[in-house]
């Protein structure tokens, strides 16, 4: 089935520290991709997005990620993480005929001190 | 400011009852969405609707209803034959049913039964 895998379930990291969360996706041509970001309680908010062209974007609160056909993924990056990007993060994908979007399981981010 | 609005922001239900989650939107878009949110799950698509006076079921909409009179408007119902509906509900919309195109979300509502 036509999908994303966020294989991480919980992540901690200190401040600081370089990020990276993972999304597989499984569709055979190329998809749709996006990265939101969930404070607790609230809505999602669109960190980035990719359709075609260059792979690596950039996005917003100096995220960026890198689509990588071979390897079936779109890892999300952030080179030094702040105590306020602690949430969770969700990859989603869309594609072909689907008149919607799927999304992965969700990462949790937790920043320590 | 334009944007998603849904109300309430909690809500409290008792087994047998239904209930009816408000969702607003000015972003003068075509689609919207209802989603599921539970711990470790992700979001599921429960209904979506991209046009006026048409919607369709998603992947859970067992349980559920949806209206879509007017563009700005998508509520949803909550059913007695939603056997578990604790869980954090939320709309999205997008200017078109495309899935190359952003969506934009509510800040969701929380539903418990008591």
């Known amino acids: 089935a036509q999908s994303v895998t966020q294989p991480d379930i919980h992540i901690t990291v200190s401040e600081g520290a370089s990020l990276e969360l993972r999304c597989n996706y499984s569709y055979g041509a190329t998809p749709y991709l996006f990265w939101y970001v969930q404070s607790p309680g609230q809505g999602l908010q669109l960190l980035l997005k990719y359709f075609s062209g260059d792979t690596l974007v950039q996005g917003i609160k100096g995220f960026e990620a890198e689509f990588k056909r071979s390897q079936s993924s779109f890892n999300l990056r952030k080179p030094s993480v702040h105590w306020s990007d602690a949430a969770e993060y969700f990859c989603s994908w869309g594609g072909g005929t689907a008149s919607k979007l799927t999304f992965g399981t969700g990462t949790r981010l937790q920043v320590t001190l | 400011d334009g944007g998603i609005t849904q109300s309430p922001k909690y809500l409290f239900r008792k087994e047998g009852q239904n209930v009816t989650l408000s969702c607003e939107q000015n972003l003068n878009h075509d689609a919207m969405y209802w989603y599921r949110q539970d711990p470790g799950q992700g979001l599921r698509l429960i209904y979506y609707?991209?046009?006026?006076?048409?919607?369709q079921k998603g992947d859970i909409a067992e349980g559920y209803s949806v209206s879509r009179e007017k563009k700005e408007s998508f509520p949803l119902t909550v059913t007695s034959a939603q056997k578990n509906p604790t869980a954090f509900y939320l709309c999205a919309s997008s200017i078109g049913g495309q899935v190359n195109t952003e969506a934009f979300f509510g800040q969701g509502t929380r539903l418990t039964v008591v």
């Open positions: 609707s991209q046009i006026v006076n048409d919607f």
